[in-house]
């Protein structure tokens, strides 16, 4: 373990209405969110010698501090994943709207009267809350519409970075010439986030995988982040481009990125453009066809993104980007909310990442819509930890119930026992194939406070050898490009750009998928039944 974890207990009151320092929202959102407490409890590490405080059961520690990086036009996107943290995460934490530490995971209390960069206000009313994030496109248009946008005010335009020419769907413009040329501005909004953060644990990068930004940019944001803040953890969201996508160098602009996040990210939940389509696609079916019910309208769903899911034919990408968010909102709901069994961030690649390059976890979130209509009833409880465990539930292309896990993970949010969660590992374990080595290779959260509009949801984060076929069709799709050298001289052309960095990266994701295909062949090996250490009276 890179870094000791103390803990934290912190008392929670009912969410009062939001005060008039978040300028342009009312009570809620369209969707039906409305914003809630953050907070922390968890047991305390073994080993780890903690103060104790008098007030509580459990030693006293600062919360954690999430800072969020949003690199090209997929991480700056308004309406999309980091717009969509903020619909969940701030609140209020007394009827008076005060500012403690356990709605400062996320977010600054800023004096605006305060000239320059606005003074912070570690306790007291709140005045003005500013997201801890940082923006980034080298074209103004995304972010242009965040600045024009109902949530315009909780980011901080002076954590923004933007260009005019864009990087032209290359990975080498984004990575050489961008990442050279904004290396020290980048770093200076960074170091001045992280100056805010008194207890700084993770750094979440959002990118897309196919653009030249998103993947350039955002893989060269991930060495800066390792060398200026090496014991801080990297996850990465990445969004991976479909067959069908409509940039031509897509494949060239993934494969030059997979190395990097191979050799740079702690942990990487890689996410499909064609599997939010698929699953939006159905949500929509089952709502016009009232198959969710009567009372069930499209503008209920927090994918439906305040109208986008009417024009879903037209532009579904507001829609997917929220199912993005939602994973996000539940993987860093322990960090946000009290329970009885939170997990630390930290916990996340401590336990599912036995080895360094075998970083990948393939995500599942069921249920896949939030409704804000309370007449509807809930999933069954069972059928929720069935769901996680669909192919349908994916949000890449897979079916980890055929494939091999490495360890599992199931973080539960809502009114769910501890006695609910191993009723149903054991009712699943039957039907999943875990490694020889690791049968128990199982890593379980509950947060108390369930999603928006649902007594209970699930996220399920394995590191299974489904991944695999994913990075296999990349590979596939890059060699068909690369054997005719075509468009490599838009690539070549850039300054510190050689031929070599194809083949490097080529073969870095070779002997990725070699990885899962030796742990794939160990599928068929009985599993010994090692006796369980017994002691002589």
């Known amino acids: 373990m890179r870094r000791k974890c103390a803990c934290a207990v912190f008392r929670r009151t009912a969410p009062p209405p939001l005060p008039p320092a978040f300028p342009g929202l009312k009570e809620g959102f369209s969707d039906g969110s409305d914003l809630r407490q953050q907070c922390d409890l968890r047991p305390p590490p073994c080993g780890v010698p903690l103060r104790a405080n008098e007030n509580?059961?459990?030693?006293?520690?600062?919360?954690?501090?999430?800072?969020?990086?949003?690199?090209?036009?997929?991480?700056?996107?308004?309406?999309?994943?980091?717009?969509?943290?903020?619909?969940?995460?701030?609140?209020?934490?007394?009827?008076?709207?005060?500012?403690?530490?356990?709605i400062s995971s996320f977010f600054r209390n800023v004096d605006t009267r305060v000239i320059g960069d606005g003074g912070s206000i570690s306790k007291g009313k709140i005045r003005s809350l500013k997201a801890r994030a940082v923006l980034i496109d080298m074209e103004e248009g995304v972010v242009n519409e965040i600045l024009q946008g109902p949530l315009r005010d909780v980011f901080d335009s002076k954590q923004l970075i933007t260009d005019i020419s864009g990087s032209g769907n290359n990975w080498?413009?984004?990575?050489?010439?961008?990442?050279?040329?904004?290396?020290?501005?980048?770093?200076?909004?960074?170091?001045?986030?992280?100056?805010?953060?008194?207890?700084?644990?993770?750094?979440?990068?959002?990118?897309?995988?196919?653009?030249g930004t998103g993947s350039g940019l955002g893989t060269f944001l991930l060495k800066v982040l390792e060398d200026e803040f090496p014991e801080v953890y990297r996850f990465v969201t990445s969004v991976y481009p479909s067959g069908e996508d409509d940039v031509i160098t897509s494949p060239y602009n993934s494969i030059l990125a997979m190395k990097e996040l191979n050799e740079h990210a702690d942990c990487v939940l890689p996410i499909d453009n064609q599997s939010l389509f698929d699953i939006i696609s159905k949500i929509d079916l089952m709502v016009n066809s009232g198959k969710l019910g009567k009372t069930v309208k499209p503008k209920s769903l927090i994918t439906s993104s305040a109208g986008a899911f009417k024009k879903q034919q037209k532009r579904p990408f507001d829609a997917m980007n929220n199912i993005v968010a939602n994973l996000l909102l539940n993987l860093t709901s322990s960090a946000r909310f009290e329970g009885s069994l939170n997990m630390d961030l930290n916990e996340i690649s401590m336990n599912l990442v036995p080895f360094p390059q075998l970083h990948y976890l393939v995500s599942s979130l069921t249920p896949l819509y939030t409704l804000a209509d309370i007449n509807v009833p809930p999933r069954r409880l069972d059928?929720?930890?069935?769901?996680?465990?669909?192919?349908?539930?994916?949000?890449?292309?897979?079916?980890?119930?055929?494939?091999?896990?490495?360890?599992?993970?199931l973080m539960v949010r809502g009114n769910v026992q501890v006695s609910d969660l191993r009723r149903n590992i054991e009712r699943l374990k039957p039907s999943l194939q875990f490694v020889s080595w690791n049968q128990e290779g199982w890593k379980t959260s509950l947060c108390s406070v369930p999603p928006v509009g649902h007594s209970h949801s699930l996220l399920a984060l394995a590191n299974n050898t489904c991944v695999k076929p994913t990075f296999v069709e990349l590979r596939e799709r890059f060699m068909r490009l690369y054997k005719k050298k075509a468009h490599l001289h838009h690539y070549l052309q850039v300054e510190g750009m050689e031929e070599s960095c194809f083949t490097e990266a080529v073969s870095s994701l070779s002997a990725l998928i070699q990885e899962y295909s030796q742990l794939d062949a160990t599928k068929s090996m009985p599993v010994e039944d090692i006796p369980r250490l017994s002691v002589a009276v």
Do not use: N
Not at 174 to 194: D, M, N, P, T
Not at 383 to 409: E, G, R, T
């Open 56 to 102: 509580a059961g459990w030693p006293v520690r600062k919360p954690d501090r999430l800072l969020f990086l949003g690199p090209g036009a997929e991480g700056a996107r308004g309406g999309q994943p980091g717009t969509g943290i903020c619909r969940e995460s701030p609140s209020p934490v007394t009827e008076k709207g005060i500012y403690d530490e356990a």
């Open 172 to 211: 080498a413009v984004g990575h050489k010439v961008f990442g050279s040329l904004y290396q020290e501005k980048i770093l200076e909004k960074l170091r001045k986030s992280a100056e805010h953060c008194d207890c700084l644990q993770c750094f979440f990068i959002i990118h897309s995988m196919g653009g």
């Open 383 to 409: 059928q929720m930890f069935s769901d996680a465990f669909s192919k349908d539930h994916q949000l890449i292309q897979a079916d980890p119930k055929h494939s091999l896990y490495l360890a599992c993970a």
